[in-house]
């Protein structure tokens, strides 16, 4: 089974993604964390993504596919891909390498509701446990209720790189939206639902798929 989570920043694909991951017992490929990683580690490849990723502008195509293809080639029947494609030209370049069947979930929400959900997203260093300040603050300012670490805002959540991701997003990425319209296989979930049920609904939209 493949899932493609597509959707503005903020909407929430990768903690949709990893519960789907774990619920449906399928990898997950998430790009922006793959990026971060090799940020990190100050790979050849996070050298080059850091600068476009701290404006909150997109990775280059070339440089995406490559990443991902061969993971994508090597879990041939099942995985969720969080974070990608981004562009219609990733789009177009992903049918050629996915050989199976996919269906694609669009994850929407306003652009206010995104700001304030970045923009207040305050992540755990040590357990990548996701705060929101007003509605899930930690106990301790700047500290993880689950393991103690610490606390920190990812540079691209700054409320002027958000309003570039948005623009972004409009601009490059809602097009695949009518793409996958188009082919009959795009599944919306309001992203501001609770989390339990966008996960039901996107394994309801499973099985209907299935019965099809
Ligand atoms: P994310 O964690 O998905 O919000 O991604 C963080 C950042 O990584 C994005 O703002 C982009 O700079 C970069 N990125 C992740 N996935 C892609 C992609 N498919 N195409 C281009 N850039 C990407």
Redesign the pocket.
């Known amino acids: 089974m493949i899932i493609i989570l597509f959707g503005p920043?903020g909407a929430g694909?990768?903690t949709v993604g990893t519960l789907l991951s774990k619920d449906l017992n399928i990898p997950l490929i998430?790009?922006?964390?793959i990026?971060?990683e090799n940020v990190k580690k100050g790979t050849e490849l996070g050298r080059r993504?850091e600068s476009?990723?701290k404006s909150?502008?997109?990775?280059?195509?070339k440089i995406?596919i490559r990443m991902i293809k061969e993971e994508i080639l090597r879990l041939e029947g099942g995985f969720i891909l969080?974070?990608?494609?981004?562009?219609i030209n990733?789009t177009k370049i992903l049918d050629t390498v996915v050989n199976n069947p996919y269906q694609v979930v669009y994850l929407d929400a306003e652009d206010d509701f995104l700001i304030n959900r970045l923009s207040n997203r305050r992540i755990c260093r040590d357990c990548g446990r996701i705060y929101h300040l007003i509605n899930i603050p930690p106990k301790k300012e700047g500290v993880c209720d689950r393991c103690g670490g610490s606390l920190y805002q990812r540079d691209?959540d700054k409320e002027e790189v958000i309003r570039n991701?948005l623009t972004l997003f409009h601009l490059k990425t809602r097009p695949i939206f009518d793409y996958y319209q188009k082919k009959n296989i795009l599944k919306t979930v309001d992203a501001s639902l609770p989390l339990p049920e966008i996960i039901n609904l996107i394994k309801k939209n499973k099985s209907d798929s299935h019965k099809r």
């Open positions: 920043p694909k990768g998430s790009t922006g964390d990026l971060r993504a476009f990723m909150g502008a997109l990775v280059p195509d995406i969080d974070g990608v494609p981004r562009t990733q691209d991701r």
